[in-house]
């Protein structure tokens, strides 16, 4: 038999303090879909000891290493910290993209992204904000700026959005199953 398709599962999730059970409910249910779900934090490093900057450099390797390893990935693509997605998950998908392997997303927030960036500019510049009312905002009626969003379409998979209860957009999952079952009824995008 052979063994499983390895998924990388992309996304903020990885800062909340129960990363680790996320993590693990994840691979539960990418094994219940038939697949190896490989997490972010399921590289284990010893980083004691280690200045901050070489921290970063062994976190960051590991995680190209750990995206190298899988077949295909999953992002979660809330808005993180701003009016558009995690910014490490969007290298992540990038990375993904660039080995030629499918990419899929979802988000547990409705809203495009043109919607959330001039809600973002609204309540006004944080410090250092680049943005400003002469500045464009991409506006194509995507649910995420336009070089994730076509990443995913090109891999033959949409975006799949829905607005969950406030305080969710990390930790609800039905999105997740959703691009769980895309995979496995396209497989044939892995082979």
Do not use: W
Not at 9 to 15: I, N, S, T
Not at 70 to 98: H, Q
Not at 118 to 129: E, L, S, V, Y
Not at 146 to 164: D, K, N, P
Request: proline share 6%.
């Amino acid at each position: 038999m052979p063994a499983p398709l390895r998924i990388y599962l992309a996304g903020p999730e990885v800062f909340l303090p129960d990363a680790l059970a996320i993590g693990r409910e994840k691979a539960r249910l990418a094994a219940e879909a038939g697949f190896e779900g490989v997490f972010p934090l399921d590289a284990s490093l010893d980083l004691t000891g280690l200045d901050p900057l070489e921290q970063a450099r062994r976190l960051a390797l590991a995680n190209e290493g750990l995206i190298a390893s899988c077949d295909a990935l999953i992002a979660n693509l809330p808005p993180f910290r701003g009016a558009s997605m995690d910014a490490g998950t969007a290298f992540e998908v990038g990375y993904m993209r660039a080995l030629g392997r499918p990419v899929l997303g979802y988000s547990n927030i409705s809203a495009d992204y043109a919607c959330r960036a001039r809600a973002t500019r609204a309540r006004g510049p944080f410090p250092g904000d680049a943005d400003g009312a002469d500045v464009a905002i991409e506006d194509f009626g995507l649910s995420e700026i336009l070089m994730i969003e076509i990443a995913i379409r090109e891999s033959g998979f949409t975006v799949l959005t829905q607005e969950v209860a406030p305080g969710q957009a990390m930790r609800y999952l039905g999105g997740y199953q959703r691009c769980l079952a895309a995979l496995r009824a396209h497989g044939d995008r892995l082979a």
